[in-house]
C-alpha cells in the first residue's frame, strides 16, 4: 500500500512538473513577443550619451513608443493566473528549501520599496530604489531574455522591460510575507 502512495505521488508530482513545463514556455514564449514587438516597433536601448538630459529624453521617447504598442496593457497579459500561480509555487518552494535562509535573509537586507502604486505599462517611479531578485532566487524563476527583468517590490514581483523603464507586468503577493 506504501509503494502504490509513493507511485501515486511520483506519477501527480510527474504531472504538475509537465503542467509547470507547459506553463512556464507560454509565458516565456509572452516575454518573447513583447520584446519582439517593443524592438521592432520602438526601437531599442537610449543610444549612448554623455549627457543625462539626452539620455532622459531617449528612454522617454522609447517608453512612450513601447506604451503606445500596447494601449489596453493589463496585468495578467504576460503574467497569466497559470505562470503566477507557478510563480508563487516556485518562489515559495526557494524560500523553504536548502538556500531558503539565505534568500530571506538578501530580501530583509535589501532597500525596501513600499508605497508604490504599479500600474502595467507605465514607467517604474524615477528615485524609487530597483530593488533587485536575490541571485538564488531568481535560480528558480523563468529565464528572461537580454533587457528583462524580474524586481521586487513589497512582496510584488515585477517584470521590468529595462530599455524604456516599464513595468510590463507584475504579480501581487507572489513573496510570502518575510519574518524579520
Known amino acids: 500500500m506504501a509503494i502504490l502512495a509513493v507511485a501515486i505521488g511520483v ?23 513583447y520584446i519582439e514587438l517593443r524592438k521592432k516597433d520602438a526601437g531599442s536601448s537610449p543610444r549612448p550619451t554623455n549627457s543625462s538630459d ?7 521617447d522609447l517608453a512612450a513608443k513601447a506604451k503606445a504598442l500596447r494601449p489596453n496593457a493589463s496585468r ?14 516556485k518562489i515559495s518552494r526557494a524560500l523553504h528549501g536548502h538556500e531558503g535562509a539565505k534568500i530571506r535573509a ?45 524586481r521586487i517590490v513589497e512582496r510584488t514581483l515585477v517584470l521590468r522591460d529595462v530599455a524604456p523603464n516599464l513595468v510590463v507586468d507584475f504579480v501581487p503577493d507572489a513573496i510570502p510575507p518575510i519574518e524579520k
Open 11 to 33: 506519477s501527480l508530482n510527474a504531472a504538475a512538473s509537465e503542467d509547470d513545463a507547459l506553463i512556464v514556455k507560454d509565458f516565456e514564449a509572452r516575454v518573447t513577443k
Open 54 to 60: 539626452k539620455l532622459a529624453n531617449s528612454q522617454n
Open 76 to 89: 495578467g497579459d504576460i503574467f497569466t493566473p497559470e505562470i503566477s500561480a507557478c510563480l508563487r509555487r
Open 106 to 150: 538578501s530580501l530583509r537586507h535589501a532597500e525596501p520599496v513600499h508605497g508604490i502604486n504599479l500600474r502595467v505599462n507605465e514607467t517604474y517611479p524615477d528615485g524609487v530604489p530597483l530593488q533587485s531578485t536575490p541571485p538564488t532566487l531568481l535560480l528558480h524563476l523563468p529565464t528572461l531574455p537580454d533587457g528583462m527583468e524580474y
